[in-house]
């Protein structure tokens, strides 16, 4: 089977790993749906979705497919006033860069569909790309209501933006390159060799302003129910309403697994550095496997990532929009900028990873 994969040219090769990734993208965004739910429902001691079930087994494991076909068979209303290409089009520029994003990860070692150099710079423009079609949904609605919601929704994204490229400056500081696969590389050593414990604070800015970028709680202002009905995208209905869905969940898992690559090694094992290459428990079949660097490693920590995503949820409050206006202007992007600092200090005076 290797044999008959080498074989193939490359640009197959690349098809058959871009049509694989997108299946399983789109099964995620599905399933995490649905383990939002359960896990939510598990932390207010209640049962979640238990009725829909795959071919009359597994409870509610059917549930993800009851809501897509509920969304795709009702009907799409497009306001007689609004501007009909961008309405429609809107949706579709919010999620094509989830999933684009995803050709320069490293999904296992030393693999990347796209193997750029200027990897992170791909990432940066990709994740502004998407505020474009929240503001066009709310302004192509010519709906007050929505373009309101679109104007809020796109100015938080803006200043939590510039707070998670601050962050992204320190890493590009430690890794010395602009691609995610020498990033990963930098990290090698096992846990403690990762970047998250020496860039810290800023791996906690990265994460609260992936959070805030998502439109997630407690970041949610653009979708609160009691001032401004659903925010950007009240006028959708249908299978337009499903693609902002899907894109906010595809973000989701996006955020959890470069946070993943950046700050936690993506595909390396933890193990990584602390154990010796020839070590016994390498040597056992399976077991060997699943300790060494691999695509789970990756899969793991982008899981635990969205469970974080789901716990914020389940936890806090909604935020004041002045106060997380406040939060990503007044302090994530100080700290950004006074840890950047501390870390020229340190690669200036050798300490830590940059002792070498």
């Known amino acids: 089977m290797s044999a008959l994969w080498e074989s193939l040219p490359g640009f197959l090769r690349s098809t058959a790993v871009i049509l694989l990734l997108t299946v399983v993208l789109i099964l995620s965004v599905a399933y995490l ?7 939510i429902g598990w932390m207010q001691v209640r049962r979640g979705p238990n009725r829909v079930r795959i071919f009359g087994f597994l409870p509610g494991w059917g549930q993800p497919f009851a809501d897509v076909i509920k969304l795709l068979i009702k009907e799409v209303v497009v306001p007689s006033q609004s501007n009909k290409i961008l309405f429609r089009l809107a949706p579709a520029i919010t999620l094509i860069p989830a999933f684009a994003i995803w050709a320069v990860i490293p999904v296992a070692p030393d693999y990347a569909i796209a193997n750029v150099d200027a990897g992170l710079l ?9 505020v474009y079609g929240v503001i066009l949904a709310g302004w192509a609605s010519n709906s007050k209501y929505a373009f309101l919601g ?3 929704s796109a100015a938080q994204i803006v200043a939590y ?3 998670m490229g601050f962050a992204l400056v320190g890493v590009l500081m430690a890794a010395g390159s602009l691609n995610l696969g020498a990033i990963i590389e930098k990290q090698q050593g096992g846990l403690f060799s990762w970047n998250w414990f020496w860039l810290f604070p800023l791996f906690i800015v990265y994460f609260i302003s992936g959070v805030a970028e998502t439109n997630r709680a407690p970041f949610d202002v653009a979708e609160g129910e009691s001032e401004i009905v659903a925010g950007f995208h009240v006028e959708y209905s249908g299978i337009g309403f499903a693609l902002f869905f899907l894109a906010e969940y595809a973000n989701m898992i996006l955020i959890a697994a470069l946070t993943a690559v950046f700050f936690f090694g993506g595909w390396q094992s933890p193990l990584n550095g602390y154990l010796a290459a020839d070590h016994g428990l390498f040597q056992i079949p399976l077991l060997g496997q699943l300790l060494n660097d691999g695509t789970h490693w990756l899969a793991i920590k982008t899981f635990l990532f969205l469970c974080v995503f789901l716990w914020l949820r389940a936890t806090f409050p909604r935020y004041r929009y002045d ?8 302090a994530l992007i100080p700290v950004t900028i006074v840890w950047i ?13 940059w002792s070498a």
């Open 33 to 39: 749906t649905l383990w939002e739910r359960k896990l």
């Open 122 to 130: 791909y990432v940066l423009s990709l994740t502004s790309v998407g």
């Open 150 to 152: 679109a104007m809020r």
């Open 161 to 163: 933006e510039i707070a």
């Open 323 to 330: 106060q997380i206006m406040r939060l990503g202007w007044k």
């Open 341 to 353: 600092f501390v870390e020229m200090l340190m690669i200036h005076f050798k300490i830590g990873p």
